[in-house]
């Protein structure tokens, strides 16, 4: 044989061999490796705690099975699972064995509710983190370590908002957790819990992050994720593979009471930044700025000209409020505070709420087809919610203009009256006018007797002649966008003539 055609033999065996040993061989970006827990559980089980807490009932204040509604609202929303009221002592054991409630030698006969949760250690002179919803209306608190150490604990402070709650024991050289950066967690990545749901202490489940910044709640975002949350779980850690803490398992959706593969936990840098004011003073200060803000719609931002529907609408001033004394108007759309963009109300809420009372901001807003910069003072957001302010007697005198013939709002359903000098001083207005009967494409647009009318189409109407005079310039064919405000919500309506 050829030595040239026994080379090339040679090389044509070596490389179907290579192919087939290739082929034979898994792909080493194809391996897949599942997590091992075991090294994490170790180094930071020891700083996760269980919580027991008992509330003194008064007399009467159970009647019925409390398994039934009061329990099972609690399942549906949260974590801390109730014990239904009875006589005796709670528990003097870690409720680790659900089996042994604990014992009924007790001289105390004053009918109890007991709950178990979880929680975690912050430092090593004691502080714990848990959530409010854990501690709320609780009469005594007690934590217990996993070298069966039990302690009487205290409330340092409780904000509700938040679902964050910072307690302290006497103890010294404590395991503490970690605390992670939340910004560089990522959807997909595995995370562990570890917790005590239905009692069962130092419970391990784990998963994947399913969703960040999952809105569920008012002030507060949240880390969804698929780990087994149960009742019981409540203020236990969320933990990366790196062992650090990234949320405090707080909320689970269900409809039984149980794991139903969503699961909400509060991440842990807004829970920090509020267990440092708890630890300084004892309550958290929010920032406000006294209105309520609403979400655009598609369709309301391009008729008045903003184009996309980002931004807040300003539906309500609160009177002599941060924004009513820098200015803003029923209507306005607040696009930026300090430079960061505004995508939608709760932003607002949120970006508001974290600015320190007293703090100078600049607030871009949109108003009428342009945009303006405001400054405002932050003022501070109360304690306890306040019930939405009841709306201002609608003015009942009517102009004289509102008698006179209008072709031009007659042929949107509409007639308006302009409103006396004493009505705009009440009402704080400068224009505007009043609506006194709504019938045809007004009414079907949800017009009716009583709105005041202040812009149409972005522009700021003065009276029932200069409105009049708008409306005839306009394209009949055309959708008309009135700014309207009823009691002392503002709102943007759209008429479409003949539907």
Do not use: C
Request: a neutral charge.
């Amino acid at each position: 044989m050829p030595a040239s055609r026994s080379l090339s033999l040679l090389l044509s065996t070596a490389v179907l061999g290579l192919g087939l040993g290739m082929a034979s061989l898994p792909a080493a970006a194809d391996t897949v490796t599942l997590p091992d827990f075991t090294e994490l559980v170790e180094r930071v089980g020891p700083a996760v705690v269980n919580i027991r807490t008992s509330e003194h009932l008064k007399i009467g204040g159970a009647t019925g099975n409390p398994q039934i509604d009061e329990q099972m609202q609690e399942f549906l929303r949260r974590f801390g699972i109730p014990i239904p009221p009875r006589k005796g002592t709670p528990p003097r054991k870690a409720p680790g064995n659900p089996a042994d409630p604990g014992s009924d030698d007790d001289d105390d006969d004053s009918p109890q509710r007991s709950g178990v949760a979880s929680g975690f250690i912050l430092s090593a002179d004691g502080f714990v983190m848990t959530n409010a919803h854990v501690v709320a209306d609780a009469d005594e608190v007690f934590v217990t370590l996993t070298d069966k150490r039990e302690f009487k604990a205290k409330i340092i402070g409780a904000d509700e908002r938040s679902d964050i709650a910072v307690l302290k024991i006497e103890a010294t050289g404590l395991p503490a957790v970690k605390i992670g950066d939340v910004s560089k967690l990522k959807v997909g990545e595995w995370v562990m819990a570890i917790g005590s749901p239905f009692g069962f202490s130092n419970t391990v489940t784990a998963g994947i992050v399913s969703a960040k910044e999952r809105d569920t709640g008012d002030l507060q975002s949240f880390i969804q994720t698929d780990v087994a949350i149960n009742p019981g779980n409540s203020g236990g850690p969320l933990l990366n593979m790196r062992g650090e803490v990234v949320g405090v398992n707080s909320q689970i959706y269900s409809q039984s009471g149980g794991f139903m593969g969503i699961s909400f936990a509060i991440p842990i840098d807004s829970a920090i930044r509020v267990s440092e004011q708890l630890r300084g003073s004892g309550r958290v200060v929010r920032g406000m700025l006294g209105l309520y803000p609403d979400d655009l719609s598609k369709e309301i931002a391009e008729a008045i000209g903003l184009g996309k529907p980002t931004g807040a609408l300003v539906r309500r001033i609160t009177a002599d409020g941060p924004a009513d004394k820098a200015g803003i108007e029923g209507g306005d759309v607040i696009t930026k505070i300090d430079g960061k963009t505004v995508e939608k109300a709760l932003d607002l809420r949120r970006l508001i709420a974290a600015i320190k009372p007293g703090s100078k901001v600049t607030l871009q807003v949109y108003r009428r087809g342009a945009y303006k910069d405001i400054g405002v003072t932050i003022g501070e957001l109360p304690d306890e919610r306040k019930a939405a302010a009841g709306g201002e007697e609608e003015p009942e005198g009517k102009g004289g203009a509102g008698a006179k013939p209008q072709p031009a709002a007659a042929a949107l359903g509409l007639r308006v009256s302009d409103l006396t000098p004493a009505q705009r001083r009440e009402l704080k207005l400068q224009g505007g006018v009043r609506i006194d009967a709504a019938t045809d494409a007004a009414a079907r647009a949800g017009l009716r007797e009583g709105d005041l009318i202040l812009a149409l189409n972005n522009a700021e109407v003065g009276g029932v002649k200069q409105f009049l005079a708008q409306l005839a310039k306009l394209d009949k064919s055309k959708p008309v966008n009135l700014m309207v405000r009823r009691d002392d919500v503002v709102s943007f309506v759209l008429l479409r003539p003949g539907r």
